[in-house]
Nanobody
Framework: QVQLQESGGGSVQAGGSLRLSCVAS????????MAWFRQAPGKEREGLTS???????TYKDSVKGRFTISQDSAKSTLYLQMNSLKPEDTAMYYC????????????????????WGQGTQVTVSS
């Protein structure tokens, strides 16, 4: 059974930083694609960044250079380091996973992922 649990959200002023964590319980498998998404009130869920078992990453243009995805396989944890935060980054942030070996070359799409965490709220004030 796949379980994902995010943590690390909170309130921060514009220009600040946060690091989100996602502890993943995944069955033994040849590989997974893991990703971070966010959803603001009244908006669609937005794919931000993904990483696969080989360490290949993708980023949405709006977060490229500010957000960094990483994983610690020994701890079964996915991270999202967010720097230079802006008020428009305010949203519920979710981690997601699925058992396709490669995430591909484009930012992740919500419809491609079966497994989701409950989310962690990030609020950026101006």
């Amino acid at each position: 059974q796949v379980q994902l649990q995010e943590s690390g959200g909170g309130s921060v002023q514009a220009g600040g930083s946060l690091r989100l964590s996602c502890v993943a319980s995944l069955p033994a498998h040849s590989g997974y694609c893991m990703a971070w998404f966010r959803q603001a009130p009244g908006k669609e869920r937005e794919g931000l960044t993904s990483i696969d078992s080989d360490g290949s990453v993708t980023y949405k243009d709006s977060v490229k250079g500010r957000f960094t995805i990483s994983q610690d396989s020994a701890k079964s944890t996915l991270y999202l380091q967010m720097n230079s935060l802006k008020p428009e980054d305010t949203a519920m942030y979710y981690c997601a996973a699925d058992d396709f070996i490669s995430c591909g070359a484009l930012p992740p799409r919500a419809r491609d992922f079966r497994y989701w965490g409950q989310g962690t709220q990030v609020t950026v004030s101006s």
